[in-house]
Nanobody, 124 residues
Framework: QVQLVESGGGLVQAGGSLRLSCAAS????????MGWFRQAPGKEREFVAA????????YYADSVKGRFTISRDNAKNTVYLQMNSLKVEDTAVYYC?????????????????WGQGTQVTVSS
């Protein structure tokens, strides 16, 4: 059974950077895409970024475009989210997710596996 484990969250000042990691453990995961979502208190889970393996394209929410970068290391079964120029409004619990089959890249319901989440807090 595959598990996703996030790490790298923490407290950072506005303008700072963090890098989140999502490691897939257990059986080798063969899927179609991996994504990052976030959820702030009282808000719905929202799309942040995704890497669709089938066509090698990456996707970003408008709110993070130009500041966040998704990447992966296949040898380590790990996906990363580099977050630069962080803003207070980026504060949320960040989740990585994996999809086995075709998926609408920015819709949480299409993903099959989820990590436990990691807290990112950006202070002013």
């Amino acid at each position: 059974q595959v598990q996703l484990v996030e790490s790298g969250g923490g407290l950072v000042q506005a303008g700072g950077s963090l890098r989140l990691s999502c490691a897939a453990s257990g059986r080798t995961f063969i899927g179609s895409a991996m994504g990052w979502f976030r959820q702030a208190p009282g808000k719905e889970r929202e799309f942040v970024a995704a890497d669709r393996w089938s066509d090698g394209r990456t996707y970003y929410a408008d709110s993070v475009k130009g500041r966040f970068t998704i990447s992966r290391d296949n040898a380590k079964n790990t996906v990363y989210l580099q977050m630069n120029s962080l803003k207070v409004e980026d504060t949320a619990v960040y989740y990585c997710a994996a999809a086995r089959g075709p998926v609408v890249i920015n819709v949480p319901a299409g993903y099959d596996l989820w990590g436990q989440g990691t807290q990112v807090t950006v202070s002013s």
